[in-house]
């Protein structure tokens, strides 16, 4: 199997599907937020305030060069880590990469009660967050292999119907 990398915006689950995919097909789990907040020792945020967007997407794409020569491996991937073009272009070279997609009203019901998502504190709400989606909504469509809705689907649902289509 090529890498799978997850992609979309927080909260439609791409956590919860590297984990479904992990746990049926043995694959290795890679969460590049996680796994960038490790190297650095600092939170996200941390970065961005320190050393600016920019350093923070040369990390991305460092972190994605050197999983693209891996095989067999499930990215959770930052919500803006396609943005850049030569992510998109290594990831497709050495994978499919999967939009995750749910409406901001799901996106809303998922992240509501999180602390953990700094671009959205002081914005809690549908219309901040659907305006946000369409920001990117392009852009992910255009890199994506494949397309999943997850509204009201199991993550056994989703690993399933993701499992067929690839």
């Known amino acids: 199997m090529n890498n799978i990398y997850l992609i979309g915006f927080m909260g439609t ?24 907040v490790e190297q650095q020792g600092m939170a996200i945020s941390d ?3 320190r050393y600016g ?19 067999n491996v499930v990215v959770s991937c930052g919500g803006g880590s396609v943005l850049r073009e030569e992510n998109a272009a ?3 070279k050495s994978g499919r990469i999967v939009l995750l997609e749910a409406t901001p009203e799901t996106i809303y019901e998922r992240v ?19 305006e946000l989606m369409e920001k990117r909504r392009e852009r992910y469509e255009a890199v994506a292999d494949i397309t999943i809705c997850v509204d009201g689907k199991t993550k056994q649902e989703i690993g399933q119907e993701l499992r067929k289509r690839l």
Do not use: H
């Open 13 to 36: 689950g791409k956590s919860s599907i590297a984990g479904e995919l992990e746990r049926e097909t043995n694959a290795k789990v890679i969460e590049m937020d996680q796994k960038i």
């Open 47 to 49: 970065i961005f305030d």
């Open 53 to 71: 967007e920019e350093y923070f997407r040369d990390l991305e794409t460092e972190l994605i060069r050197s999983i693209a020569e891996e095989q």
């Open 90 to 92: 290594l990831m497709k």
């Open 112 to 130: 509501k009660n999180s602390n953990e998502r700094p671009i959205l504190n002081g914005n809690m709400n549908v219309e901040f967050i659907r």
